[in-house]
């Protein structure tokens, strides 16, 4: 998926004045979801993920991204939905948090919405509500958090 459009802005707004950021929407387990832009790295078409035993419920498993293990996070399951299928048409987020690079499976990528500065949890559109995800909470989901 070509998100270059989107990539291509970098959010010069989240400077100290306080201006709106950018966050990159998407759908899963029928939610909409954001993350911070300037966090995606890129998207990419779904792969054959590798389970790992004894991992958090919410990750899926890992995929190697050239040469690095990378966790993939079904959001939906953190949000305490049931545990489901994900397809070849799934897209999958290679975010970079804190701590490490992880992949979010994503059903579609809705696009870019600017949010004002110190909004969390969820922000309310006139389209509808968007839960965003903070990227410390994506580190802690894989245990690398702490």
Do not use: K
């Not at 911070?36 to 991992?55: C, Q, W, Y």
């Not at 397809?87 to 004002?116: F, K, N, Q």
Request: charged letters at 20%; zero cysteines.
């Amino acid at each position: 998926m070509d998100l270059g459009p989107h990539l291509g802005r970098r959010d010069v707004s989240g400077s100290p004045s306080g201006g709106p950021r950018d966050y990159l929407a998407f759908m899963t387990s029928g939610r909409r979801l954001a993350i911070e832009l300037d966090a995606v790295d890129r998207a990419v078409a779904m792969v054959a993920i590798t389970p790992l035993p004894a991992a958090p419920d919410v990750v899926l498993g890992a995929i190697d991204v050239a040469g690095d293990v990378v966790p993939v996070l079904d959001l939906g399951r953190r949000l305490g939905l049931p545990q489901r299928s994900f397809g070849a048409d799934t897209v999958l987020l290679l975010v970079r948090t804190p701590a490490r690079t992880v992949g979010i499976a994503a059903d579609e990528v809705l696009g870019v919405h600017s949010i004002p500065a110190g909004v969390t949890g969820v922000a309310a559109l006139e389209d509808g509500l968007l839960v965003i995800e903070e990227l410390d909470m994506l580190a802690e989901a894989t245990g690398a958090g702490s």
